[in-house]
C-alpha cells in the first residue's frame, strides 16, 4: 500500500487507514531467500513525487494508520509524511527493516514488532530505524524533529519455527540530525549490540524503557543490546543537550561534548 501525492499542484493530506491486513501472501512457508529479494514487497509506504525532497517528503502530510497488521513482507513500514501518526499496529515475519521513518512531527506508539530474518540482500536489520529520505540537491542530509517513539514492543523471535532467523537491532538513528526525539516505554527483546541508539541527536529523550537480550543466538561480537546516545556517524552535527534516564539495559552509553 502507498500513500504518495503529485507535487505541490496535487498534494495529499488527511487520510486515515484503519484496520488493514497487508501481506505479499498470506502463506510463505517454504520461501527462499532468493523468491524473498525477487518477489517481496513493502508492506505501507509514503513517498512523494520524483525529485521532492527537505525534510521528509513535503506534499504527502497527515497520515494516520491504525490498527492495521502488516505480515509477510520484505520491508514492513517507511514513514517519509511530515505530521503522521502509526499506532496499534502489528508488523511481523519481514525481511528488511519493520519501520524506516524519515520525516518531522511523527507519532509513532502502541506497535508491536515481532520475527524478522535474513534473505541475504545484505540489509542491516532494524526494528525501527530513521532515514535520510529524499534529499533536494545540494542538501547533505535531512533535519528532523517533533518524533514520539513510545509504548511500542519489539521482539526478534516469537515463531519458534522462523526461517531464516537472524539479529535486530531496536530502535535506532545513526545518520541525519534529529531533535526533540522522546523514547519513552518501550521494551526490546532482541540479539543485537544496539538496543537503542542515536547518534546527531538534540534535545532527545530517552526514558523508561526495557532493552535485553533474547541469548536465543549469538551475537555479533558478543554484544548485548544497549542504550546510547552517540556522537555523529557518517552524516550530521554531534550530538549535545540529551536526557537518558531510568532504563533497564545491559548497558548506558551517552557522548558528551569535549570542554573547550
Same mark, same amino acid.
Given at each position: %500500500? ?5 507535487? $505541490? ?10 484496520? %488493514? ?7 510463505? +512457508? ?6 524473498? *529479494?525477487?518477489?517481496?514487497? /513493502? ?13 521528509? *517528503? ?8 491504525? !490498527? ?9 513500514? @517507511? ?7 502509526? #499506532? ?12 524506516? =521513518? ?5 507519532? /509513532? ?8 530474518? @535474513?534473505?541475504? @540482500? ?18 547533505? =542530509?535531512?533535519?528532523?524533529?517533533? /518524533?514520539?517513539? @513510545? #509504548?511500542?514492543? *519489539? ?5 519458534? +519455527?522462523? $526461517? ?11 545518520? +541525519? ?23 546527531? #541527536? ?9 532493552? *535485553?537480550?533474547?541469548?536465543? %543466538?549469538? $551475537?555479533? !561480537? ?39
Amino acid at each position: %500500500m502507498t500513500v504518495t501525492d503529485q507535487g $505541490a499542484a496535487l498534494p495529499t493530506s488527511e487520510i486515515i487507514l484503519q484496520n %488493514m491486513e497487508i501481506s505479499t501472501t498470506d502463506n510463505i +512457508e517454504g520461501w527462499t531467500k532468493e523468491q524473498w *529479494v525477487a518477489q517481496g514487497r /513493502i508492506g505501507y509506504r509514503e513517498v512523494g513525487s520524483p525529485g521532492d525532497g527537505k525534510n521528509g *517528503v513535503p506534499y504527502t502530510t497527515c497520515v494516520s494508520m491504525t !490498527g492495521s497488521h502488516i505480515r509477510n513482507v520484505r520491508a514492513a513500514v @517507511d514513514l517519509m509524511g511530515n505530521n503522521s501518526i502509526f #499506532s496499534h499496529n502489528e508488523a511481523d515475519h519481514f525481511g528488511d527493516d519493520g519501520i524506516d =521513518y524519515g520525516a518531522s512531527n511523527l507519532s /509513532i506508539t502502541h506497535n508491536y514488532i515481532h520475527d524478522n530474518f @535474513d534473505i541475504g @540482500d545484505g540489509n542491516h536489520e532494524d526494528a525501527m530505524q530513521g532515514q535520510n529520505g529524499p534529499l533536494l540537491r545540494s542538501i547533505p =542530509y535531512n533535519h528532523f524533529s517533533n /518524533i514520539l517513539i @513510545d #509504548s511500542n514492543r *519489539v521482539i526478534r523471535q516469537t515463531d519458534p +519455527e522462523l $526461517a531464516f532467523a537472524t539479529y535486530l537491532q531496536g530502535i535506532d538513528a545513526f545518520d +541525519e540530525e534529529w531533535t526533540n526525539v522522546t523514547v519513552t516505554n518501550n521494551v526490546v527483546v532482541t540479539t543485537a549490540c544496539w538496543g537503542i541508539f542515536f547518534s546527531s #541527536s538534540h534535545n532527545g529523550k530517552i526514558i523508561n524503557n526495557t532493552v *535485553v537480550a533474547d541469548n536465543l %543466538m549469538p $551475537a555479533l !561480537g558478543n554484544c548485548k543490546p544497549l542504550v546510547v546516545v552517540g556522537d555523529k556517524t557518517h552524516q550530521g552535527p554531534s550530538s549535545s543537550d540529551n536526557i537518558i534516564r531510568n532504563n533497564i539495559a545491559n548497558g548506558l552509553n551517552i557522548y558528551t561534548s569535549p570542554r573547550i
